[in-house]
């Protein structure tokens, strides 16, 4: 059955490095989504992406953050200047269809990632 | 208010039992309403997607909408030892991309 993958794991950085996470999404999805989890809280949506554009980003998503598909098949998140506060999981999703309410949309149902664990120093 | 609310539990079943978990979220232009498992330590894994009002069956699994009380369930029967897990309850509004997760309810099926 066809999965969404990440690499690495888990980075280890220190503060005020920049880090990037890898993710090849599904082959047959066309819209991708990067969340993070802190541990022992909740599942936060940072960033939606189309067509090689941002189609929706959070508040948590600042200029420190993007993202990019830079050939066929990977999409990463990068993180310019790291912070303590950045630790986290950080999960990349896909998803065949867009949402309900958009041009062709549907059900919308994301696929996660095993996700890589951000550790910042 | 919280956008989505789940009890944080834990709610402790016994093996064979069913296993009731519910949500309610605020915002009342929601359109898509999704569960999700989540292991220790895993990736959140989707486990039903709903969009109508009512009830819809997936195996073991079911899950029920209601959009004027704004409230979400999901059952689950013969709860098995393998069940155990925080059971994310996610909500996206309509044309939107982003997905809103509650914090979960942890779930113990004792066998």
């Known amino acids: 059955e066809p999965e969404v993958t990440q690499t690495p794991s888990h980075q280890v950085t220190q503060m005020g490095q920049e880090v990037i996470l890898r993710c090849v999404p599904i082959s047959n999805h066309l819209y991708f989504y990067w969340y993070r989890q802190i541990l022992g809280q909740k599942v936060e949506f940072l960033v939606s992406?189309?067509?090689?554009?941002?189609?929706?980003k959070s508040e948590i998503f600042d200029d420190q953050f993007s993202v990019e598909r830079p050939d066929g098949s990977n999409f990463t998140l990068k993180i310019r200047s790291t912070k303590l506060e950045d630790s986290a999981m950080y999960f990349c999703?896909?998803?065949?269809?867009?949402?309900?309410?958009?041009?062709?949309?549907?059900?919308?149902?994301?696929?996660f990632g095993p996700g890589t664990r951000l550790t910042v120093l | 208010q919280k956008e989505v609310e789940q009890n944080s539990g834990p709610l402790s079943v016994p093996e064979g039992a069913i296993a009731s978990l519910n949500c309610t979220y605020s915002?009342?232009?929601?359109?898509?309403f999704f569960w999700y498992r989540q292991y220790s330590g895993k990736s959140p894994e989707l486990i039903m997607s709903?969009?109508?009002?009512g009830d819809k069956e997936d195996g073991r699994f079911t899950a029920q909408l209601n959009k004027a009380s704004q409230y979400v369930s999901l059952l689950i029967r013969d709860s098995q030892p393998s069940d155990s897990a925080t059971y994310l309850c996610a909500v996206k509004r309509t044309g939107g991309f982003k997905t809103i997760f509650g914090a979960g309810t942890r779930l113990f099926v004792k066998a």
């Open positions: 999703a896909s998803s065949e269809n867009p949402p309900l309410g958009v041009a062709g949309g549907t059900y919308n149902e994301q696929f």
């Open positions: 992406f189309y067509n090689n554009e941002i189609s929706e």
């Open positions: 709903i969009y109508s009002n």
């Open positions: 915002d009342r232009v929601s359109q898509s």
